[in-house]
């Protein structure tokens, strides 16, 4: 335990979809300005604990606190508030195609804010330059970008409000090495920036060693590692060993269902 | 036992169907009456529902106008009561054809297009991004489509109206040889302040419901193309059986007794 009140403090977070549980107790900790990378395997409820966390999903059972405010079960007006604390970067970027770029990086700043739409253009390409892209993309429609560019535009969207804590569901997915190393020091640059917290998914051991102060490991709906980067090499836990190393064989049973 | 268990199963599936749609019409309408509001949104809608609507809606209603002249000439000339015609026409037009017709084709055009579009943000995660920059997704996909629906419906049915009693006069007059004059003044002596009211109450409630089928099938989409596809194909049915069975209880209630 740090000596400082945790910015999120998860305790015995419960989520079942029908009869398959997802996650059967996770508890964790994640102390202000940290960034923090949740690995593990696909399917085991990264996802799923990251939309509890911000609202998405209805957790059904345990604790979720944000800045030692209990969120479970509080009303969805309140919930409103808490959330503006928040930015996400979605795995496909979820960027709005009914409008452009500027206006999807804009967005939270015209609609939760109620910043006039001139000024939340100079925001939004202020914005925009810190991801590397020029005012001239700002122009065009989510459609005509590539996935490297979409990123791009997603974390641009998540930083314009100035979040608190900003999510990152699966950053690199989809990108070639290269480019996932260009997002991974965006993300990096901007939560620093901002001294913001970060809580990262994702199963690139890259991406997670570049971008996390802290590893936790989630398998079977609990965290069953957790600690210090550099320690995740001598972790000594068989489960972590094998996702680490990549490795078909161990305790891990991959079932083809 | 056994055959009452199954039963029993449809039985509850169907409340909590309706459950659920009961839910998410109220949540629908209760963000169409509290700010904030979308002018540009509920501008954009309309323009969408009900101008573009105007070629197909004015096609049938051309079409079924000519069709009930000529049908209705064939059985009245045995009684030599030709004269009735202009009444079926117009009666049948403003009550019942106007309405249902309109509200078909679209339930077809927009039902689907609305399904298809809410659906694809929720598959691409749009829906979960509006909600994490603090916009709720009622307020700014479904409510603007709620009031939009509602509102054009009745203004379409007018034109319906306008155009399907032209088509009766069309092939009355040019056709069967009706004095044209004659023709109107008998239109407008049948017709009551009733006859049209009814007809665009029934717009009204068609619209709305042509407008929360699209929303909350597309809203409950999963999964992929298909899962939008079946969205889409959901919404077009249900809207159509709404209308027919809404129809005849909007009819009992004005004309019932």
Same mark, same amino acid.
Do not use: H
């Given at each position: 335990?740090?000596?400082?009140? #945790?910015?999120? /403090?998860? &305790?015995?977070?419960k989520k079942r979809?029908? =009869?398959?549980?997802?996650?059967?107790?996770?508890?964790?900790?994640?102390?202000?300005?940290e960034s923090i990378v949740v690995i593990g395997g696909s399917g085991t409820g990264k996802s799923v604990l990251i939309k509890c966390i911000m609202g998405l999903l209805q957790t059904d059972n345990g604790?979720?606190?944000? =800045?030692? +405010?209990?969120?479970?079960?509080?009303?969805?007006?309140?919930?409103?508030?808490?959330? @503006?604390?928040?930015?996400?970067?979605?795995?496909?970027?979820?960027?709005? =195609?009914?409008?452009?770029?500027? +206006?999807?990086?804009?967005?939270?700043l015209i609609q939760a804010r109620g910043m006039a739409r001139d000024e939340a253009k100079t925001v939004a390409h202020e914005k925009m330059a810190q991801v590397g892209l020029g005012e001239d993309v700002g122009a065009l429609s989510p459609a005509e970008l590539s996935g490297g560019m979409k990123k791009r535009v997603g974390l641009a969207r998540a930083i314009a409000t100035e979040p608190e804590i900003i999510f990152f569901d699966e950053p690199t997915t989809g990108l070639d090495p290269i480019m996932g190393d260009i997002i991974n020091d965006l993300i990096i640059d901007c939560v620093k920036e901002l001294g913001a917290t970060a809580l990262t998914i994702t199963h690139d051991m890259a991406s997670a060693r570049k971008i996390g102060d802290r590893i936790a490991m989630l398998f079977d709906g609990e965290i069953i590692w957790d600690g210090a980067v550099d320690e995740v090499d001598r972790a000594e836990n068989p489960y972590v060993e094998q996702f680490i190393n990549g490795l078909a064989e161990g305790p891990i049973q991959v079932t083809t269902a | 036992m056994p055959i009452l268990a199954p039963i029993g199963r449809v039985f509850l599936?169907?409340?909590? /169907?309706?459950? @659920?749609?009961g839910t998410f019409a109220m949540t629908g309408v209760s963000h169409c009456a509290r700010p904030p509001f979308f002018p540009r949104l509920i501008g954009h809608q309309m323009i969408e529902?009900?101008?573009?609507?105007?070629?197909?809606?004015?096609?049938?209603?051309?079409? $079924? !106008?000519?069709? *009930? /002249?000529?049908?209705?000439? $064939?059985?009245?000339?045995?009684?030599?009561?030709?004269?009735?015609?202009?009444?079926?026409?117009?009666?049948?037009?403003t009550r019942e054809?106007?309405?249902?017709?309109? !509200? *078909?084709?679209?339930?077809? @055009?927009?039902?689907? /297009?609305?399904?298809? +579009?809410?659906?694809?943000? &929720?598959?691409? +995660?749009?829906?979960?991004?509006? $909600?994490?920059?603090?916009?709720? #997704?009622?307020?700014?996909?479904?409510? #603007? @489509?709620?009031?939009?629906?509602?509102?054009?419906?009745?203004?379409?049915?007018?034109?319906?109206?306008?155009?399907?009693?032209?088509?009766?006069?069309?092939?009355?007059?040019?056709? *069967?040889?009706?004095?044209?004059?004659?023709?109107?003044?008998?239109?407008?002596?049948?017709?009551?302040?009733?006859?049209?009211?009814?007809?665009?109450?029934?717009?009204?409630v068609f619209g709305f419901l042509v407008a929360l089928m699209g929303c909350y099938h597309g809203y409950h989409s999963?999964?992929?193309?298909?899962?939008?596809? *079946?969205?889409?194909?959901?919404?077009?049915?249900?809207?159509?059986?709404?209308?027919?069975?809404?129809?005849y209880i909007i009819t009992a209630l004005f004309f019932g007794t």
């Open positions: 335990m740090s000596a400082t009140a #945790p910015k999120i /403090a998860l &305790r015995d977070l979809f029908g =009869d398959k549980p997802v996650l059967t107790g996770v508890d964790l900790d994640v102390a202000p300005g604790s979720i606190r944000i =800045d030692g +405010e209990e969120v479970v079960g509080m009303r969805v007006s309140e919930r409103e508030k808490v959330m @503006r604390k928040f930015g996400m970067l979605f795995q496909s970027a979820g960027l709005f =195609d009914s409008l452009l770029v500027w +206006e999807n990086v804009a967005f939270g | 599936a169907f409340l909590a /169907a309706t459950g @659920r749609l529902i009900g101008y573009f609507s105007l070629p197909v809606v004015g096609m049938t209603a051309i079409f $079924t !106008g000519m069709v *009930l /002249a000529l049908q209705s000439y $064939t059985g009245f000339a045995r009684f030599n009561a030709e004269s009735a015609i202009a009444a079926v026409v117009v009666l049948s037009i054809l106007g309405p249902v017709l309109a !509200g *078909l084709m679209v339930a077809g @055009r927009i039902g689907a /297009a609305i399904a298809a +579009e809410i659906g694809t943000m &929720r598959v691409t +995660e749009q829906i979960d991004a509006l $909600t994490t920059l603090s916009t709720n #997704p009622f307020k700014y996909l479904v409510a #603007p @489509r709620l009031i939009a629906g509602t509102l054009m419906l009745p203004c379409l049915v007018v034109f319906a109206d306008i155009i399907g009693v032209f088509g009766g006069y069309l092939i009355s007059v040019y056709k *069967l040889g009706f004095n044209p004059n004659t023709y109107l003044k008998l239109t407008w002596d049948f017709l009551e302040p009733l006859d049209v009211i009814s007809g665009l109450v029934k717009a009204a999963k999964g992929g193309a298909q899962g939008v596809g *079946l969205a889409t194909t959901n919404a077009v049915v249900s809207a159509s059986i709404l209308i027919l069975a809404f129809n």
